[in-house]
């Protein structure tokens, strides 16, 4: 079993910075990949940003260029770092992790508003 405990979501204005830290707890060492999604009010749920234990990243177009994900292997936590937010990343944004089994775990979400 993993849980994860999301935190960092806030109101903010169009241009400024967010960072979103998920805390991983239980069977850590089973981690393969750990992500953050976003999902906005009647849309689905969508892939932001990905990192694979060995390192590798991949990112939404829309946050390409504007948002970094990492990690801290010291503090079980995983990071998106947000800047140049703008009204249309406004969503619930969840962390997720896929273990090595291929089992899914995911945390309560957390609300990221941008509006001035």
């Known amino acids: 079993q993993v849980q994860l405990v999301e935190s960092g979501g806030g109101l903010v204005q169009p241009g400024g910075s967010l960072r979103l830290s998920c805390v991983m707890s239980?069977?850590?060492?089973?981690?393969?990949?750990m992500g953050w999604y976003r999902q906005a009010p009647g849309k689905q749920r969508e892939l932001v940003a990905r990192?694979?234990?060995?390192?590798?990243?991949n990112y939404a177009d829309s946050v390409k260029g504007r948002f970094t994900i990492s990690r801290d292997n010291g503090r079980n936590t995983v990071y998106l770092q947000m800047n140049s937010l703008k009204p249309e990343d406004t969503a619930v944004y969840y962390c997720?992790?896929?273990?090595?089994?291929?089992?899914?775990?995911w945390g309560q979400g957390t609300q990221v508003t941008v509006s001035s």
């Open positions: 997720n992790v896929i273990t090595g089994w291929g089992r899914e775990y």
């Open positions: 239980g069977s850590i060492f089973s981690i393969n990949v």
């Open positions: 990192i694979r234990s060995g390192g590798t990243t």
